[in-house]
């Protein structure tokens, strides 16, 4: 699979700044503590139900996103990866996450949630969003989902208009 975006959501009911984000990711690319290329940072904040602040890479993108009202981060990979694209997309956005909640701008008022993660297959020609689309891709992220829930304890989402990119949301039921 590829071009794969991964959304972890915050808790529901956060209340925050997204523009404090913007010091946050370019502490990011001075300390270069992750393993992509960083390039810039770009704040669409105004935008109601949009893509927040993005912090823009070689390879990948990162954003405190609010996409559908949704705050989650948001891990877009752009470049190809060897290996499972799945993992390493929901490893990156996991850890993304995780320094958030740690950062002085958010501590005390950001916090993932693990129960609840969105895919989406950003590239319609490869993986366009039709009943035909899905089945190509059910079973590699079924058992991605599997991975991190467990078998047949999680319900799955997904978007039918084919006017949207393919995504499936995945959220724990026990």
């Known amino acids: 699979m590829e071009h794969v975006n991964i959304k972890i959501f915050a808790e529901p009911g956060t209340q925050l700044s997204l523009e404090d984000a913007i010091p946050v990711f370019h502490r990011w690319i001075q300390k270069r503590d992750l393993p992509e290329l960083l390039i810039d940072v770009t704040d669409y904040s105004h935008v109601i139900a949009g893509p927040g602040v993005l912090l823009i890479g070689h390879e990948a993108n990162y954003s405190l996103d609010n996409a559908r009202n949704e705050l989650g981060v948001l891990y877009n990979r752009k470049?190809?990866?060897?290996?499972?694209?799945?993992?390493?997309?929901?490893?990156?956005?996991?850890?993304?996450?995780?320094?958030?909640?740690?950062?002085?701008?958010?501590?005390?008022?950001?916090?993932?949630?693990?129960?609840?993660?969105?895919?989406?297959?950003?590239?319609?020609?490869?993986?366009?969003?039709?009943?035909?689309?899905?089945?190509?891709?059910?079973?590699?992220?079924?058992?991605?989902?599997?991975?991190?829930?467990?078998?047949?304890?999680?319900?799955?989402?997904?978007?039918?208009?084919?006017?949207?990119?393919?995504?499936v949301r995945a959220r724990r039921t026990n």
């Open 79 to 167: 470049a190809r990866v060897e290996g499972d694209s799945l993992k390493q997309a929901y490893d990156a956005a996991l850890a993304a996450a995780q320094r958030l909640e740690q950062e002085q701008e958010f501590q005390g008022k950001l916090k993932f949630r693990h129960d609840e993660v969105e895919v989406t297959l950003n590239d319609r020609m490869l993986h366009p969003n039709t009943e035909e689309g899905w089945t190509a891709v059910r079973g590699e992220l079924e058992q991605f989902f599997d991975g991190l829930f467990e078998a047949g304890h999680y319900s799955v989402q997904r978007a039918t208009d084919p006017r949207e990119r393919l995504w």
